[in-house]
């Protein structure tokens, strides 16, 4: 599998490189819905909690004949959920978040209906890079008459823990509700979509994802997956 991603990766990128053809630039942003699906070598399967985000950056599409295009461009994707629960005795707020820049390389046919309305379908793979993925913990409550409002950030890329404002205590009794693995920066999904071209120049998609890389990292990675899905609607303008 990882040498398939590989091959896709670099085919896509030769090709994107290569091709000396005429483009259109635009912007677009839209919303985002991300979670995560494991698998363990024992054959048990759970998917996470859902993020939702947005994601906007820049996008080039590129012609190359007859309604193919090849559509690239960067964005900034940024993903987050929030809980609330009591354990322990204390009040938990919970808060998972993601930032991440994608570089989708997407292969487009356009199928105009009138000179103002063209439907399209698109494909391809999209290489992400994890810039900074914070879980964190934050306590409030009374322990044996002690006040706590205090918390503790996980950060799921190098697996470091940061405290603040809690004692040794309170840390040990809040870890054991921080995961327990770390995850890998980069993945390559795979996915398409449809969408629909207005006036020319507004454009309507939406589309789905799936992420081909196992993020865990370390000795978890030998006893599971972990691959990342997503699906998102967006608007664009392009000039």
Request: with cysteine; charged share 15%.
């Amino acid at each position: 599998m990882k040498n398939l991603v590989k091959i896709i990766a670099a085919v896509a990128a030769g090709v994107f490189l290569t091709l000396d053809i005429s483009a259109k630039n635009g912007v677009e942003v839209g919303y985002l819905n991300s979670s995560y699906r494991t698998k363990l070598n024992s054959g048990d399967i759970s998917k996470s909690t859902p993020m939702s985000g947005f994601y906007a950056g820049l996008v080039k599409d590129m012609d190359i004949v007859a309604g193919l295009s090849l559509q690239s461009g960067l964005y900034y994707s940024y993903l987050n959920n929030t809980g609330r629960e009591e354990v322990l005795g204390f009040n938990i707020t919970e808060s998972a978040t993601e930032h991440m820049l994608n570089i989708p390389i997407q292969f487009k046919y356009t199928f105009d209906i009138i000179p103002a309305f063209g439907v399209y379908v698109f494909a391809g793979p999209t290489l992400s890079l994890g810039v900074a993925a914070p879980y964190k913990l934050s306590a409030t409550g009374d322990v044996l008459g002690n006040k706590v409002d205090g918390s503790v950030t996980f950060d799921c890329y190098s697996g470091k823990v940061r405290t603040n404002n809690l004692s040794d205590e309170n840390v040990e009794s809040i870890n054991q509700l921080l995961p327990d693995y770390s995850m890998n920066r980069f993945d390559v999904l795979m996915g398409g979509g449809i969408g629909i071209d207005l006036v020319k120049f507004v454009t309507i998609k939406g589309g789905f994802d799936y992420g081909l890389l196992n993020r865990y990292k370390g000795d978890l990675a030998d006893a599971g997956t972990l691959n990342r899905m997503q699906f998102y609607v967006s608007v664009g303008l392009m000039f």
